[in-house]
């Protein structure tokens, strides 16, 4: 049993977000990040490997070659393996496009019978949830996302999954990908001798020419000329004003009292 983890270099959002002039995001100039719930999705892995002892978890990402220190800060967490998925003919692809080259990355790596797919529920700078579930559909497995619990049952994991107003438990069959949230785990820190290791280990790069083969690789399904995508502007929205707090025993006079004054009921 492997588990394969995908995880994404993102900005940090917490700055100053930088736009360039054609409205993409200016990443070169921004601090970077591992993708949040994608940390949530590492610690999974690396729990099943503890309770249940699978055989390895692989990291993989897709991304420039400085994503190369954020594989490496995964394996100071206790994974075994990491992959960077790399190369120009990569570059500028949207979500389909990403999947597509992600999903020929895990195929090269191999889906065994009892692997699992963990991804994040979300990047926090494309903030669309799409690659996970998209990942899934190439691979032509099933997917459980939002997922609070795992449980390993027999050739099964038993899952909860967070819904809007409650919880869904799902038994799924594995191979199988899973989209991990935060209130799933608290991320390990690197360890100290991990830190050592990781930089004696190897990161294998998957260029191009090493995914051309996959039938997910078509020149037009990958990089921005095969991105069905586009993306007119990105700006960063105006400051809310800060809330006000109804502190009386009875918040719904002293609503109505506040908008009576502003004349807006
Ligand atoms: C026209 C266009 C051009 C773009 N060009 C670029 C570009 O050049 N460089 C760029 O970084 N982005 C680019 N983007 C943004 C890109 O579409 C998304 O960032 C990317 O496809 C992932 O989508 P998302 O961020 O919404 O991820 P989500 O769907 O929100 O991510 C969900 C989960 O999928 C996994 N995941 C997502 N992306 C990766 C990844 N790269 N590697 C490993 N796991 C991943 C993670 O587990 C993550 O938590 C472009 C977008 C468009 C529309």
């Known amino acids: 049993m492997k588990a394969i983890v995908c995880l994404k270099q993102v900005p940090d959002t917490s700055g100053k977000v930088a736009v360039k002039d054609n409205g993409q995001l200016d990443r070169g100039s921004m601090a970077t990040i591992t993708n949040p719930d994608d940390l949530n999705a590492l610690e999974a892995a690396l ?8 055989d390895e978890v692989v990291v993989v990402s897709m991304g420039p070659p400085a994503a190369e220190n954020m594989l490496r800060e995964c394996i100071a967490r206790g994974a075994d393996r990491g992959v960077l998925v790399c190369g120009g003919e990569f570059a500028g692809s949207d979500t389909f496009a990403t999947s597509q080259i992600i999903a020929a990355a895990i195929n090269k790596i191999g889906v065994g019978p009892e692997d699992i797919v963990f991804c994040g529920r979300q990047a926090i700078d494309g903030d669309t949830a799409q690659v996970g579930p998209q990942i899934a559909e190439k691979l032509n497995i099933p997917q459980v996302t939002y997922v609070t619990e795992i449980k390993k049952e027999g050739d099964a994991l038993i899952c909860k999954r967070a819904l809007e107003d409650g919880f869904m438990v799902v038994k799924v069959k594995t191979p199988c990908l899973l989209t991990c949230i935060k209130e799933l785990n608290e991320p ?20 191009y020419p090493a995914l051309k083969d996959d039938p997910l690789i078509e020149t037009d399904t990958i990089g921005l000329k095969g991105s069905p995508t586009n ?7 105006p400051q809310k004003g800060a809330g006000q ?21």
């Open 47 to 54: 729990q099943l490997k503890e309770t249940i002892g699978c």
């Open 188 to 207: 390990r820190y690197m360890s100290v001798s991990g830190i050592f290791g990781a930089y004696d280990k190897q990161i294998e790069i998957y260029d």
């Open 231 to 237: 993306v007119f502007k990105s700006f960063t929205p």
């Open 245 to 265: 707090m109804l502190t009386s025993d009875s918040p719904e006079t002293e609503l109505a009292g506040i908008l009576t004054g502003k004349h807006l009921i």
